[in-house]
């Protein structure tokens, strides 16, 4: 697939960061890996399982599979499917488990749909109750996954995900089972329908009362039309950029419309390779070592991707007993290059970064600048390069070639030569209130930096209240606290984004501190979130009153309230609010009971406690 090259000395940043990645998880990556040999001493494992045992697994199989299972030396792929024909990216994968099976047939294996896991929609649940499910949700995800691939009955697994916290919770199931390989196989985002930019700017003339509902729904329904992905660059697309950049897709696999042959054909290719990885030692555990988180952290940044992947990414690193942390993605954010402006950030969709030259164009130019770890392991055998090649039918086969040798559209994609900004599009901010991430990318240079009285608020219902009431028509730092992973599971504020960029359209110096998240598609306003430690805990954000003086510096990377810092101290910290007693929230007291942290993966999975102590975190 790839031609002779010379590969690009590793940046210096690039090179640390992954050495000191690598010394601080010596402990807990040895002691991961050791579970995986153990694990994998007993692969495959169907052929320890008792007659009755292995009865079961294949007794709603068709004949051919069965007699291949039987065999115990064909292939069986294990399919872990978050289908639900609810979400418009996750119809698609209605029709994959019988692609998969055929293709596994067609390669002398089999497939089975080994468990289905939860999928819910952010975007459904946005400024509602079920939104404090949605963190926690990605850990229900893991927790299914393990259980779907425990029967010992797998070769390899395939993992059908494409949204928020299903493509990390997938993840983290296949590294709980590193002893298998695994392959991604995504749905593709929809067709282009109605631009991101006038979405969003009709919501905000629905926030200030000069549009209709009707007019909403109808602006809504055009943007978000078929199934697919939403087109935004927000999580979901974000986390197809991940498992590209971590090896776990087809290289060009990500951004492929459904339903369409080349999707199919995909699909099939993916299979082929499960089958293929079966036999061979590439496993999870080996795809997914330090380097190749290292290489999530510089797309990601790189792209200008979802701010929810400052949690999702430590998350799934620790997974794998690796303890990255938000110190590593703020040095890598130093001297990443933004090399894309995709909605949120700029005006054009995702299709449309795809067509001026996408993941692949980047690939390369992040390989040839030295900000990729090419001696690393994918689906496909050794090395990134593979994945500086896109995807395309011939009349007979799934074929591939080099990626575009120029953007196409240098207001969309840009070579590392000409990057959009000299640093990522993520930024850690830190200051008296604590750490707090920020979508830099998407905020214009003259609204980085907001120096602005408080005004605090419990939820962000309150906060759209004193909107409507018209108390926020100034400058402001709008402050919702008590939004953290302990405290409410640490939904998105997303409700808030029209209300505040609409005070800034009038001119207002306006921004967003909160414990709580924002969304992949954080915005145009500038948004300090996942501030930690958060309130629930006692944080500095308890602190802060109504009239003190905030600074938000981009630039500088500066949080901090304007108080003097004996006094700050002194001041009592403000009490939770009151919740009552719902039962459907009352299943997850487990999960808040436990939970971390946001700069160490907001998991209550993972105990922090138990992670050796050293200076950087």
Request: proline content about 6%; some cysteine; glycine content about 8%.
């Amino acid at each position: 697939m790839t031609d002779s090259y010379k590969q690009a000395a590793l940046h210096p940043v690039v090179q640390r960061v992954t050495e000191r990645l690598i010394e601080r998880s010596r402990n807990s990556r040895a002691a991961y890996l050791a579970g995986v040999a153990r694990a994998g001493h007993s692969r495959p494992g169907r052929d320890k399982l008792g007659c009755a045992n292995l009865a079961h697994a294949m007794a709603a199989a068709p004949a051919d599979d069965r007699l291949k299972i039987r065999s115990e030396r064909a292939c069986n792929i294990g399919i872990v499917t978050a289908y639900n024909d609810m979400l418009s990216a996750h119809q698609p994968f209605d029709e994959f488990p019988d692609v998969i099976k055929a293709a596994a047939r067609a390669h002398g294996a089999s497939a089975q749909v080994a468990g289905g896991v939860p999928a819910m929609c952010d975007g459904v649940t946005q400024g509602y109750a079920g939104m404090e499910l949605s963190l926690f949700s990605r850990d229900v995800i893991a927790l299914a996954s393990g259980i779907a691939l425990s029967h010992q009955m797998f070769d390899a697994a395939m993992f059908l995900g494409v949204c928020d916290k299903i493509v990390p919770g997938l993840v983290m199931g296949a590294l709980a089972f590193g002893h298998l390989p695994a392959v991604f196989a995504p749905a593709g985002p929809m067709p282009s329908g109605l631009p991101n930019d006038e979405k969003s700017r009709i919501r905000q003339e629905y926030a200030a009362g000069r549009v209709t509902r009707a007019a909403l729904l109808d602006s809504e329904l055009a943007a978000y039309h078929t199934s697919g992905t939403c087109t935004f660059y927000g999580t979901a697309n974000s986390n197809q950029m991940l498992m590209e950049f971590m090896g776990l897709h087809l290289p060009g696999a990500s951004f492929i419309n459904p339903h369409t042959p080349l999707r199919h054909a995909l699909t099939q290719a993916a299979t082929a390779r499960a089958v293929a990885l079966s036999r061979t030692d590439i496993n999870t555990a080996k795809i997914l070592d330090e380097r190749a988180f290292v290489n999530g952290v510089v797309g990601l940044l790189a792209t200008g991707g979802s701010t929810n992947h400052t949690l999702h990414l430590v998350a799934m690193a620790h997974a794998g007993g690796i303890l990255l942390d938000w110190q590593d993605i703020a040095e890598l954010s130093d001297v990443t290059p933004l090399l894309a402006r995709v909605y949120p950030s700029g005006s054009a969709d995702v299709n449309q970064f795809q067509a001026a030259g996408g993941l692949n164009f980047l690939i390369r130019e992040l390989l040839d600048a030295g900000f990729l770890h090419d001696d690393v392991t994918t689906v496909m055998g050794h090395g990134m390069r593979a994945y500086t090649q896109e995807a395309f039918l011939t009349e007979d086969a799934l074929a591939w070639q080099d990626a575009p040798r120029e953007s196409l559209d240098e207001s969309i994609v840009r070579p590392a030569s000409r990057p959009f900004a000299p640093e990522g599009g993520l930024r850690i901010l830190q200051g008296n209130l604590g750490r707090a991430v920020i979508k830099s990318s998407a905020v214009k240079p003259a609204h980085q930096k907001v120096r602005a009285p408080a005004r605090v608020f419990a939820d962000q219902e309150e906060a759209q209240a004193a909107f409507k009431a018209g108390e926020l028509h100034r400058d402001v730092i709008v402050v919702v606290r008590f939004q953290g992973p302990k405290a409410n599971g640490m939904p998105e504020l997303h409700k808030l984004m029209p209300m505040l960029g609409l005070l800034q359209d009038e001119g207002f110096h306006v921004a967003l501190v909160t414990d709580g998240r924002m969304s992949g598609a954080s915005g145009k306003v500038p948004a300090a979130i996942h501030l930690s430690p958060e309130a629930m805990t006692g944080g500095m954000l308890t602190r802060v009153r109504d009239g003190d003086v905030i600074s938000l510096d981009c630039e500088a990377n500066v949080l901090r309230c304007e108080v003097d810092d004996a006094e700050f101290a002194a001041r009592p910290a403000a009490q939770a609010p009151e919740r009552p007693f719902d039962p459907w929230r009352n299943m997850f007291a487990l999960f808040r009971n436990n939970v971390g942290d946001a700069p160490h993966g907001a998991s209550p999975l993972y105990d922090d406690s138990e992670y050796p102590k050293h200076e950087d975190r």
